[in-house]
C-alpha cells in the first residue's frame, strides 16, 4: 500500500494507450508523462481567440467599427428618445390641468393605488405616512411649490433634483402621478405622529377642502 | 546527476529520506476544521439575504460577516489545503524532506493566527474595505512574514532536491509562491493611520485598477495554480495512469501564468477606467480561455483507459466533478468579461454563481479528493466509512447544483428586470425592491443547497475523526531510500 511501490502496481502496459510514447527520464513519484501532441481542435481554438484579441482592439479604438461604451450609450437614449415620441404620437397626451387630475382626487381606487406607490418609492423620503423625513412634510398646509393639483403633479414629474427630490416623469406613468396626487390630498391636514416642521408658504384653503365641500 | 551512476554503485549508496508528514497531518487536520467553520458562516449570510432578522447585533450582521465567510473560505480553507497539497507532494517529487521543519512549523502556526486575527477584526467592523484584502497592516506584514517563511522553505527544499527535473505540479507551485506575494505586497501598500486603520497608498481610478488586478489575481493564483499543482500531483497518483500530454502541460502552464496577469480589469467594465484598460481586460480574458482549458483536458485525458475506476474511487469521482466544474467556469468567465454579456451580469447574482461554481467545484471538490485520498496514508489506516465518503460526494454534488442553478436564474432574472422598457419607453420595473423581492424564492434554493454542501463537509469531519481514531498510536516518517 505504500505510495512507493506504485510504479510497480500502475502498469502502463496494460493501459489503453500502449501505443503512446512516454516521456524518457520522466517519473516523479512514479508519475510518469505521455509525450501527447496537443489537441488539434485545442491549439485552433487558441489561436482563434488571440486572433479575436486585435481584431476587436482594432475594430473599437482605431476603426470605430465596434461602438465604445460612449457610441452604445448615446445610440441607446436615442433610441429610447424615439420610442417615447412614437409613443406619445400615438397616445393621445395626458392633459395636465387641475380638472383633470381632480378627476382621481377623492376616488378611492386611485387614493388605494396611488398609496401603494407611494410607500414603495416616496415614503423612503417623505415618511411612511407623509410626516417629511428628507422630504417636506406632505400632511401640513405649507408647501415650497404650490398647493395646486398641478403644482404638486409638476413636482413630482421634474423633481428638484438639486434639493434631492427625484424626477418621476420617466419612470411613472402620467396616470400613476395622479394617483399620488390623490394620495397626497387624501392625506392633508392628518398631522401624523413625528411630523416635520413646516416648509414653504401657508396655503390656508386646500382645493381638496373645496372639492369635498362642492360634492 | 545520480542518474547516470552504475546501478550497483547507487545501492551501495542508498539514502534513507523520512518525509515530514507530520505538517501535512496538521495542514489537512486545518483545512476541514476551516472549510467547515468558513461554510457554516456562509450559509449564514444565505440565510440572512431572504431573511434579514437573521442580521443578529452590529456583529453578526451581512456586511461584516460576508468579508468574513470569503476570508475563511479562501484563505483558511483553500489556503491550508494548498500547504496540505505542496508539503506533501513536493517533498515527494523532489525526494527530500522540507528544508526545515521549524519553517513548517512556524509557517502552520503563523497562517492559523492570521486566520484567527481574520476572525476576530473582520466581525468587529475594522477592515481596509478593499475586497479579499480586508485584513488591516498589522495582519498584512504577518502575512508577508509568514509567507516569506513558506517560500524560503520552499525553494532551499528545492534546492536540494534529488531529482533533476521540476515535475509540472512544482511549476505551479513555484508560481503561486512568487506571484501571491507580490500581489499581496503590491496591493496591501498603505499608510497607516493607527493600529487598525490605514489609507491605501493609491487613490480613486489607480487603486481600483490595483485592487482588481489584485482581486483577479488572487482567483489565478490562489484558486487556480496552486490547485491546477494539486490535480498534476494528486489525480494521476489516484488513477495510477501517466499525464496525458507533457508538452499541453508546458504550453498551457506558460499561457496561463502570461495571460492571467492581464485580465483583472474584467472586474471594472463599465466603470470610470479607460475604456482601453476595460477592452485590454476583456481580450485577455478571451485569450485565456484555452490556457484553462488545457488543465481540464490534461485532467481528464489522464483518466483514459481509467475511466472504470471511477465506479469503486470516490476520489476519482470527484476530481471528475471539480475538473468539470474548473473547465465550466473558466468558460464562463471569458464569457463574462465580454463587456455586452458583463452588462447584463454584472452587479447581478450571475457572478455569484460563477464564483460557486468555481469555489464549490473546484476547490473544494479537489480539496475533499485530496483529503480522502490522503488519510489512510497519513494516518497509516483504512478510511474509516468509505460509504460515507460516498454519501458526501452526492449530497455535495446536487448542493452546489442547487446553489449555482438559483445564482444563474436569479441573476439573469434581475439582470432582465432592471433593464426592461415598456413601449413607452418607461422602466418596467422602477421599484428596485421589486427586483429584490423576485429572486427570494432563489435566495432559498441557495441556502438549501449551500446546507447539502456543509452536510457534505460534516459527513468528511465525521469520517477524518474516526479514522484518525483508528490510526496506530505512534505515525512514523514515510520515507524513500534514493541513490
Ligand atoms: C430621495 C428623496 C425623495 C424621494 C424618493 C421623493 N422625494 Fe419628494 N421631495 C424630496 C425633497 C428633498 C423635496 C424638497 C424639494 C425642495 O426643497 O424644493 C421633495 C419635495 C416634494 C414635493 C413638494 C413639496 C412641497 O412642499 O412643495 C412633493 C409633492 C413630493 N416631494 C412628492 C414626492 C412623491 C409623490 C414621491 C414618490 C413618487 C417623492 N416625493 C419621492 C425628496 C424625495
Ligand atoms: C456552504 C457553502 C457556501 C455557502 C452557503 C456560501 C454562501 C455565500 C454567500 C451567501 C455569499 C454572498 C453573496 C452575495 O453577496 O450576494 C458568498 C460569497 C462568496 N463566497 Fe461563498 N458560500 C459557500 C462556500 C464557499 C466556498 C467553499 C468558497 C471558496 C473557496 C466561497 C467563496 C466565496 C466568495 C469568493 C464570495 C464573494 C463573491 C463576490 O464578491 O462576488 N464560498 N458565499
Ligand atoms: C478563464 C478564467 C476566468 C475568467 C476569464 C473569469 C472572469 C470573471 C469575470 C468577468 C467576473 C465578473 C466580474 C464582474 O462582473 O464583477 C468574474 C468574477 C469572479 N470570478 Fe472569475 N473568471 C475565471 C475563472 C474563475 C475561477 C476558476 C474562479 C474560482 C475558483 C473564479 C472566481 C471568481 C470570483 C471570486 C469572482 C468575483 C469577484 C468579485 O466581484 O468579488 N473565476 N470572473
Not at chain 1, 465596434?66 to 420610442?83: G, N, R, V, W
Not at chain 2, 551512476?5 to 549508496?13: D, K, L, N, T, V
Request: charged letters at 15%; proline letters at 5%; a negative charge.
Amino acid at each position: 500500500m505504500s505510495n512507493d511501490t506504485h510504479r510497480d502496481d500502475a502498469n502502463p502496459n496494460q493501459s489503453a494507450s500502449q501505443d503512446e510514447p512516454l516521456i524518457e527520464g520522466h517519473s516523479y513519484d512514479g508519475i510518469e508523462e505521455y509525450d501527447n501532441p496537443m489537441p488539434g481542435w485545442w491549439v485552433w481554438l487558441f489561436w482563434i481567440c488571440v486572433a479575436f484579441a486585435p481584431v476587436y482592439v482594432l475594430g473599437m479604438h482605431v476603426f470605430d467599427i465596434i461602438p465604445t461604451y460612449e457610441e452604445k450609450l448615446a445610440s441607446d437614449q436615442a433610441e429610447l428618445a424615439e420610442i417615447r415620441t412614437a409613443w406619445e404620437a400615438q397616445n393621445p397626451t395626458f392633459e395636465v390641468s387641475n380638472d383633470a387630475i381632480a378627476a382621481f382626487v377623492g376616488v378611492e381606487e386611485a387614493i388605494a393605488a396611488g398609496q401603494q406607490l407611494y410607500s414603495a418609492n416616496c415614503a423612503v423620503c417623505h415618511g411612511a405616512s407623509g410626516e417629511g423625513l428628507i422630504g417636506p412634510n406632505l400632511t401640513d398646509a405649507y408647501w415650497i411649490h404650490g398647493n395646486e393639483n398641478v403644482d404638486i403633479y409638476t413636482v413630482i414629474t421634474e423633481g428638484v433634483l438639486d434639493k434631492g427630490m427625484t424626477p418621476w416623469g420617466s419612470i411613472l406613468a402620467p396616470q400613476e402621478r395622479s394617483e399620488l396626487v390623490a394620495y397626497i390630498r387624501s392625506i392633508e391636514g392628518t398631522n401624523p405622529e413625528g411630523a416635520k416642521e413646516p416648509q414653504g408658504t401657508l396655503y390656508e384653503e386646500s382645493p381638496a377642502e373645496d372639492n369635498e365641500e362642492e360634492t | 546527476m545520480e542518474t547516470t551512476q552504475p546501478h550497483a554503485y547507487r545501492e551501495s549508496r542508498g539514502e534513507l529520506v523520512h518525509f515530514d508528514d507530520g505538517i501535512v497531518r496538521l495542514f489537512v487536520l486545518a483545512t476541514a476544521i476551516w472549510g467547515f467553520v468558513g461554510m457554516l458562516v456562509g450559509a449564514l449570510i444565505a440565510l440572512q439575504m431572504p431573511f434579514w432578522q437573521a442580521n443578529l447585533g452590529p456583529y453578526l450582521t451581512f456586511g461584516r460577516l460576508r468579508p468574513l465567510h470569503t476570508n475563511a473560505v479562501i484563505f483558511a480553507f483553500a489556503g491550508n489545503a494548498i500547504f496540505a497539497a505542496v508539503y506533501y507532494s513536493t517533498q515527494r517529487l523532489v525526494k527530500a524532506r522540507m528544508f526545515s521543519d521549524l519553517m513548517s512549523r512556524i509557517h502552520f502556526w503563523g497562517w492559523q493566527t492570521i486566520i484567527v486575527s481574520a476572525a476576530i477584526t473582520l466581525p468587529l467592523g475594522i477592515t481596509t474595505s478593499k475586497e479579499y484584502a480586508e485584513l488591516e497592516w498589522p495582519i498584512d506584514i504577518l502575512i508577508t512574514v509568514i509567507w516569506v517563511v513558506f517560500a524560503v522553505n520552499f525553494f532551499w527544499t528545492l534546492k536540494v532536491r534529488r531529482e533533476k527535473h521540476l515535475y509540472v505540479a512544482i511549476w505551479f507551485y513555484i508560481a503561486t509562491i512568487v506571484t501571491v506575494a507580490v500581489l499581496h505586497i503590491g496591493n496591501s501598500l498603505a499608510i497607516p493611520a493607527g493600529l487598525f486603520k490605514s489609507y491605501p497608498i493609491y487613490a480613486g481610478v489607480q487603486d481600483a485598477f490595483i485592487q482588481w488586478w489584485y482581486g483577479h489575481n488572487a482567483v489565478a493564483f490562489f484558486l487556480t495554480t496552486p490547485f491546477l499543482g494539486l490535480m498534476y500531483y494528486f489525480l494521476p497518483k489516484a488513477a495510477e495512469r501517466p499525464v496525458f500530454s507533457y508538452r499541453l502541460s508546458i504550453v498551457h502552464f506558460w499561457s496561463l501564468v502570461f495571460i492571467y496577469i492581464w485580465a483583472g480589469p474584467h472586474h471594472l467594465n463599465y466603470t470610470s477606467i479607460p475604456e482601453w484598460a476595460a477592452t485590454l481586460g476583456m481580450v485577455f480574458s478571451v485569450m485565456l480561455w484555452m490556457p484553462s482549458w488545457g488543465g481540464m483536458i490534461n485532467g481528464l485525458f489522464t483518466l483514459r483507459g481509467a475511466w472504470h475506476k471511477l465506479r469503486d474511487s470516490v476520489v476519482l469521482r470527484m476530481y471528475v466533478i471539480g475538473i468539470t466544474f474548473y473547465g465550466m467556469s473558466t468558460f464562463e468567465g471569458p464569457m463574462l468579461s465580454v463587456k455586452t454579456v458583463n452588462a447584463l451580469s454584472h452587479y447581478t447574482d450571475w457572478t455569484i454563481g460563477h464564483v460557486h461554481a468555481g469555489a464549490l467545484g473546484w476547490n473544494g471538490f479537489m480539496t475533499f479528493g485530496m483529503i480522502y485520498w490522503l488519510l489512510p496514508r497519513l494516518w497509516k489506516t483504512k478510511l474509516w466509512s468509505p460509504r460515507l465518503a460516498n454519501a458526501h460526494f452526492w449530497i455535495g454534488t446536487i448542493g452546489m447544483l442547487l446553489y449555482v442553478m438559483a445564482m444563474y436564474s436569479a441573476g439573469v432574472t434581475q439582470g432582465l428586470m432592471w433593464r426592461a422598457f415598456d413601449e413607452a419607453g418607461r422602466l418596467v420595473y422602477p421599484d428596485f425592491m421589486e427586483t429584490v423581492i423576485q429572486i427570494v424564492p432563489m435566495y432559498w434554493v441557495r441556502l438549501i443547497g449551500g446546507l447539502m454542501y456543509l452536510a457534505g463537509v460534516i459527513l468528511m469531519l465525521v469520517n477524518l475523526f474516526k479514522t484518525i481514531a483508528t490510526a496506530p498510536s505512534k505515525l512514523d516518517d514515510s520515507s524513500i531510500t534514493v541513490s
